[in-house]
C-alpha cells in the first residue's frame, strides 16, 4: 500500500519506518528541507536504539522516500497519517493548530479517496473537527481514522514492530477495512487490533499515559513515606509487583516523570475535564505531587553542605528525560540543574547523547563533560539523574578519588545500598535509607 507520513518527529519517523518495513512505499513529508535533505542522505533527526539500521534499510529498499511537497505525496497515497505535533498550551489544553492547517490542505488537495489517520495524541473530538474541515474543502468522499501510538522512546523500534495491541477508532466499514489491511502483519502473528469509536480511541491514548504517570506518582508517593517511617521501598516495589494485578512495570520510584507524553497527556486530560465541568482530581494530585518529586533531592543536598549551595560544583550524570534517548522534554535533570544554579551551585554534566539538546537551552551555563569520570572532576558531589547503563556500576574507587566529597545523591536508584557503603560513600537515594 502507498502511504503517506505528515510530520517527521519521533512519532511521525518511527511509524513511517515501521510500516516501510512492513512492505509498503510511504512518503515522509516535512516542511523542514535541511531535515528533508538530511533524511534523504540517511540522517536520522532523532537518536533512538535500532532506528538507524531499520530506516537506511527501507530507504535503499525504495520503500521509505522523503519529501516537503505534501500534494506530490498525497497524490502517490491512499492512506495519510497525520503525525503532528499538539504542543500544549498555557492552560494545558493540546494546540490543534498543526493538525488542523494540514487537514485543510489535505481537503483543499484532494482528488480521489484517502483515508485520514491521526496519530497525533489529540483531545476526545479531534477526528470530528478534522472531518469537518476536510469537508468544508471537498465533495470527494474521504474518511477520518483515530490510530494512537504506543511507543516507549527508547524502545520504540520494538514497540512498533511488536505492539501490546493496535487501537483504530473508525465508523467507517470502508476504513476499518483498509486499516485491518495495513495491520493484516501484526494480526497474523496474534497481535490484537481493537475497533472502536473515534472518541473512544482518542479517550484511550490520554487514559494509558494518565494511568501510568498515576501508578509512577503513587510510587514515588510510597517511596516518601518508606524514607519515614524505615522502609524499604525496593522491597515494596517487588512484593506489590508479584501481585499480576499490579504488575511490576512503572513502579520504580525516582524523581518523577518527564518528556513529551505524560506531562503533556496530563495536562491536557485535566483541561479537557474542566471543558465539560468534570474534574479529574486524581490527575491533579498526580501532577502537583510530580512538580515536588522531581527537585525532590536538591534539599538534600543542601542539607548535606549545612544549607550552602554557594560555589560548591555538582557533577550531573544524565541529561535526558530517560535512558536510550536525546529527548529533554520536561526532564528532570533540568529542573535540578536550574534549582541548583538558582542556589548558587556550579554544574558539570555528563550525557554524549543528550548534550546537544540541552546547549540549545542552557548554552555555557553549565559546563559539559566527555566522559562521567571527567563530570565528578574535583565536585563536590554527584547527582544523578538519568538511568544510562553506563552509570549501572561505575569504577567507585576512582570515583572517590575524582569528588571532593565521596557523596551521591541518586535520583534513579541506581546501586544496592551496599555497594556505596561498602565504598565509603555517602549515599541518598529514593524511597531508602541514607547510607554515611
Not at 534499510?57 to 525504495?62: G, L, T
Not at 498543526?98 to 477526528?127: C, R
Not at 494511568?211 to 516518601?224: C, D, G, R
Not at 563536590?380 to 578519588?401: C, M, S, V
Amino acid at each position: 500500500m502507498n502511504i503517506t507520513i505528515v510530520g517527521t518527529g519521533y512519532v511521525g519517523l518511527v511509524t513511517g519506518t515501521t510500516l516501510a518495513e512492513l512492505g509498503n512505499s510511504v512518503y515522509c513529508v516535512d516542511i523542514d528541507e535541511k531535515k528533508v535533505e538530511g533524511m534523504k542522505q540517511g540522517i536520522v533527526p532523532i537518536y533512538e536504539p535500532n532506528l538507524e539500521e531499520m530506516f537506511l534499510r527501507n530507504i535503499q529498499a525504495e520503500r521509505l522516500f522523503f519529501t516537503t511537497q505534501l500534494k506530490e505525496a498525497l497524490d502517490k497515497s491512499d492512506v495519510i497519517y497525520l503525525a503532528l505535533p499538539t504542543p500544549p498550551g498555557e492552560d494545558g489544553s493540546a494546540d490543534l493548530s498543526y493538525v488542523l492547517k494540514v487537514a485543510n490542505d489535505i481537503g483543499e488537495m484532494m482528488t480521489s479517496y484517502k483515508v485520514i489517520v491521526n496519530k497525533s495524541t489529540v483531545p476526545v473530538g479531534t477526528a470530528d473537527k478534522v472531518r469537518e474541515v476536510i469537508a468544508s474543502k471537498t465533495n470527494i468522499e474521504f474518511d477520518v481514522v483515530s490510530n494512537p501510538e504506543f511507543l516507549r522512546e527508547g524502545f520504540a523500534v520494538e514497540d512498533s514492530m511488536n505492539p501490546a495491541r493496535v487501537v483504530v477508532g473508525s465508523s467507517s466499514e470502508k476504513a476499518k477495512d483498509v486499516m485491518a489491511q495495513i495491520y493484516q502483519p501484526f494480526t497474523n502473528t496474534g497481535i490484537p487490533i481493537i475497533f472502536m469509536d473515534e472518541k473512544s480511541s482518542e479517550l484511550t491514548k490520554y487514559a494509558s499515559n494518565s494511568f501510568l504517570a498515576v501508578k509512577i506518582t503513587f510510587m514515588n508517593e510510597i517511596a516518601n513515606y518508606c524514607e519515614k517511617i524505615g522502609a524499604d521501598v525496593d522491597k515494596v516495589r517487588l512484593g506489590m509487583g508479584s501481585d499480576d494485578r499490579i504488575g511490576q512495570r512503572f513502579l520504580f520510584p525516582g524523581i518523577g516523570y518527564g518528556g513529551s507524553c505524560f506531562p503533556k497527556d496530563v495536562k491536557a486530560l485535566i483541561k479537557s475535564g474542566k471543558d465539560e465541568d468534570f474534574s479529574f482530581q486524581i490527575l491533579e494530585a498526580t501532577e502537583n505531587v510530580n512538580v515536588s518529586q522531581k527537585v525532590i533531592l536538591v534539599s538534600e543536598i543542601e542539607k548535606y553542605f549545612n544549607g550552602d549551595l554557594s560555589g560548591k560544583t555538582i557533577a550531573v550524570w544524565g541529561l535526558a528525560f530517560k535512558a536510550n534517548t536525546d529527548d529533554i522534554r520536561e526532564a528532570s535533570s533540568l529542573d535540578n540543574i536550574h534549582l541548583l544554579l538558582e542556589k548558587g551551585a556550579k554544574v558539570v554534566a555528563y550525557d554524549l547523547i543528550a548534550e546537544e539538546n540541552v546547549r540549545k537551552v542552557l548554552g555555557d551555563k553549565i559546563s559539559y563533560a566527555k566522559t562521567m569520570y571527567e563530570a565528578a572532576e574535583n565536585a563536590d558531589a554527584l547527582f544523578i539523574a538519568t538511568e544510562w547503563p553506563e552509570f549501572k556500576n561505575p569504577n567507585f574507587k576512582l570515583l572517590g578519588e575524582k569528588l571532593k566529597n565521596k557523596a551521591i545523591f541518586d535520583g534513579r536508584n541506581m546501586f544496592p545500598l551496599e555497594i556505596p557503603e561498602q565504598n565509603g560513600f555517602f549515599y541518598k537515594s529514593i524511597g531508602r535509607k541514607t547510607i554515611g
